[in-house]
C-alpha cells in the first residue's frame, strides 16, 4: 500500500542550527511529493514540491529537500533555523495518476534561543 | 494570492445536532477536499470533488456527507455529530494542469471543531 512516514515526532534544536526532517515513501513509481508546515492554529503553507527532473528542490522560507529514489526519502533541510521556524511539517505524497495525497503524522519542531 | 477561506474558525456544537461545516475558495480550481486533522494520525481525506455536483469518498467518509453546488464552495454535513467527530477540519483546493492532472492543493485555516 501507498504510504509516507515521518520517523521523527518530535525534534528540537537550537536557534542558528541545521535542520532536516525525514521523510519516507512507499509507492510503486516515483510519486509527486510535498512539504508542508504548519504554525499553531493555522492551515497548511506549501514550503515546496518534487515533481519531476532536479532531485534538490529549492523552497520558500530557506528550506530545500532532495529526493533520493535509491532510499525512497525526501527529507527537508535548512541550514540555519530561525525561531519562527518552530511549527509542525508534514510530507506528503501522490501517485502521478490520482488527486489524493497521503501525509505523514507530521513532526513537531521546536527551536529554543 | 490563493485564498481558501472556512466559515468559523472554532465551533462547538452537542451531540445529534447537524452541522456545516463551508468553505470557499477564489481560485477557479476544479478540485476541492476535506481533511480532519487529529494529533498523530496527520491528515485523512473525508471527501473530494472535481467538478461542480460530483464527490468521491476519501479515506474515512463514514458519518460524513458533502455538497458542491457552486465551483468555489464545497461544504461538509455532519448528519448527526458525535463526540468522536471533534477534530480539526481542512479544507483545500487545486487546480486541474494538462487535462486532468491535478497540481499543489492550497489549504484553508481550518475550523477546530468540538462536540460536546
Known amino acids: 500500500a501507498q504510504s509516507v512516514t515521518q520517523p521523527d515526532i518530535h525534534i528540537t534544536v537550537s536557534e542558528g542550527a541545521s535542520l532536516e526532517l525525514r521523510c519516507n515513501y512507499s509507492y510503486g513509481a516515483t510519486p509527486y511529493l510535498f512539504w508542508y508546515v504548519q504554525s499553531p492554529g493555522q492551515g497548511l503553507q506549501l514550503l515546496l514540491k518534487y515533481f519531476s527532473g532536479d532531485t534538490l528542490v529549492q523552497g520558500i522560507k530557506g528550506f530545500e529537500a532532495e529526493f533520493k529514489r535509491s532510499q525512497s526519502s525526501f527529507n527537508l533541510r535548512k541550514p540555519s533555523v530561525h525561531w519562527s521556524d518552530a511549527a509542525e511539517y508534514f510530507c506528503a505524497g501522490r501517485s502521478y495518476n490520482t488527486d489524493k495525497l497521503i501525509f505523514g503524522t507530521g513532526t513537531r519542531l521546536q527551536v529554543f534561543p | 494570492d490563493v485564498k481558501v477561506t472556512q466559515s468559523s474558525r472554532y465551533l462547538v456544537k452537542r451531540t445529534g445536532e447537524k452541522v456545516f461545516l463551508e468553505c470557499v475558495q477564489d481560485?477557479?480550481?476544479?478540485?476541492m477536499f476535506w481533511y480532519r486533522q487529529d494529533p498523530g494520525l496527520g491528515l485523512r481525506l473525508i471527501y473530494f470533488?472535481?467538478?461542480?455536483?460530483?464527490?468521491e469518498k476519501g479515506d474515512i467518509p463514514e458519518g460524513y456527507s458533502v455538497s458542491r453546488e457552486k465551483k468555489e464552495r464545497f461544504s461538509l454535513i455532519l448528519e448527526s455529530a458525535s463526540t468522536n467527530q471533534t477534530s480539526m477540519y481542512l479544507c483545500?483546493?487545486?487546480?486541474?494542469?494538462?487535462?486532468?492532472?491535478?497540481?499543489?492543493?492550497?489549504f484553508g485555516p481550518g475550523t477546530r471543531l468540538t462536540v460536546l
Open positions: 481560485m477557479d480550481h476544479e478540485n
Open positions: 483545500a483546493s487545486s487546480p486541474v494542469v494538462q487535462g486532468w492532472l491535478t497540481d499543489t492543493q492550497y
Open positions: 470533488s472535481y467538478d461542480v455536483k460530483m464527490k
